[in-house]
């Protein structure tokens, strides 16, 4: 297996995991509290922040856009998508505002021409959502461009996800093992599928949870997760329907110190005397 060049830094078994903090919509479609989020994430110890790109009429139907359904910017679902959708100049201070804290910065995108959108961003790597899984023409149109990709498994079964890595080819590839429920039971984590998918593919694997907590989460690092996502709200009881799953500042801090305590615990697979063992072997060893 090889290690992946995610903007400045590395991802893979031999390296320290990679913390993403996913803003997605939980900026709720004011640019401050997506600057607010970043620092969050900053504050942590992340490694990049991520937001989410669409192109609403390409995206949804006209029928599904006209749907009745009360919202902070209209009555209709379209009120919704497009209240909720920040432009690329917005993305890019969003961007700017993450350089200038550390972070490496990317935005999902669920269209072709989103993904030309955030590639006007230079983003450190893609990042392809679950629900996109199976569409190759989108798959194809992230390739288009030289950077690393990351690819969500969520909803998917073991052949379609051959199927993507097949379209997307193995090269600056890593998988997140992932379950696209809002928030996820623990019994469908199915963490156990991290070292599953990177023995059947041969690339770095993550996890990009929606669970309620972190335990799972740092449980997925001690399970080989190279890489972590996870939602990150200001209050979890906002208004939106990505609050519910998403971990508050408190939860994203202890999470990420918990993450790099693990990775000093994991320590090396050689069984070993340390030599701050030797003075309590001394004292409490009767034979040998």
């Known amino acids: 297996m090889y290690n992946v060049q995610l903007g400045k830094r590395e991802i893979g078994p031999s390296a320290p995991v990679y913390v993403i903090a996913e803003i997605g919509i939980n900026h709720n479609g004011d640019v401050e509290q997506a600057l607010a989020l970043v620092d969050v994430a900053a504050d942590a110890g992340c490694d ?39 432009s690329v100049e917005q993305h890019r201070e969003i961007a700017a505002h993450a350089a200038s804290r550390g972070l490496a910065y990317t935005a999902s995108a669920w269209d072709e021409v989103a993904v030309d959108d955030v590639e006007q961003l230079a983003p450190a790597f893609f990042k392809i959502a679950s629900a996109s899984l199976t569409d190759d023409d989108l798959l194809r149109q992230h390739r288009k461009y030289d950077r690393p990709v990351l690819l969500s498994t969520g909803m998917s079964t073991l052949e379609q996800i051959d199927h993507a890595v097949e379209v997307l080819g193995a090269a600056d590839l890593v998988l997140l093992q992932c379950t696209s429920t809002y928030p996820a039971s623990a019994d469908e984590l199915d963490l156990r599928a991290i070292p599953t998918l990177a023995a059947r593919y041969g690339v770095p694997v993550g996890y990009s949870g ?4 972190t335990a799972a989460t740092v449980a997925a690092v001690a399970l080989g997760a190279t890489v972590v996502e996870r939602h990150i709200t200001l209050d979890r009881a906002s208004w939106g329907s990505d609050q519910a799953s998403s971990i508050e500042p408190d939860e994203l801090n202890r999470l990420v110190a918990e993450i790099r305590f693990v990775e000093r615990a994991l320590g090396s697979d050689v069984k070993r005397l340390h030599g701050s063992e030797e003075p309590v072997r001394d004292k409490l060893r009767r034979v040998g």
Do not use: M
């Not at 029928?63 to 209209?74: D, H, I, S, T």
């Not at 929606?210 to 907590?213: K, L, N």
């Open 48 to 86: 990049a922040v991520k937001t989410q790109k669409r192109t609403v009429d390409i995206v949804f139907s006209a029928e599904e856009l006209a749907r009745p359904r009360p919202n902070p910017f209209g009555a209709t679902n379209g009120d919704l998508k497009y209240g909720l959708e920040l």
């Open 210 to 213: 929606h669970e309620a907590g």
